[in-house]
Nanobody
């Protein structure tokens, strides 16, 4: 079955860095778009970064709030997608979720990993 398992969250000071990982299994990883979302209590889940499938060029895009600070990447050999987060701010505090989606309604989520940025 499809599984997405995030890791790498934690507590960091303002200005610090974290690298999130999402290990995938149960599907042909390179064929699907991969996304990082985040959510804080009482707010809708927000798309932070995306990287398209390898066949479409692994194109990346970012929310305006994280452009220049976050970098999404994928390693198809390891079936893993990463989110490098630099210059973290308290407003980046959230639960971060990995998502894989694609054709025929393929849409799966990880369980989330907490990121807390202390001021």
């Amino acid at each position: 079955q499809v599984q997405l398992v995030e890791s790498g969250g934690g507590l960091v000071q303002t200005g610090g860095s974290l690298k999130l990982s999402c290990a995938a299994s149960g599907f042909t990883f390179s064929r699907y778009d991969l996304n990082w979302y985040r959510q804080v209590p009482g707010k809708e889940r927000e798309l932070v970064a995306l990287i398209t499938s390898t066949s479409t060029g692994s194109i990346t895009n970012y929310a305006d709030s994280v452009k220049g600070r976050f970098t999404i990447s994928r390693d198809n050999a390891k079936n893993t997608v990463y989110l490098q987060m630099n210059s973290l701010k308290p407003e980046d505090t959230a639960v971060y979720y990995c998502n894989a989606n694609g054709w025929r309604g393929f849409n799966y989520w990880g369980q989330g990993t907490q990121v807390t940025v202390a001021s």
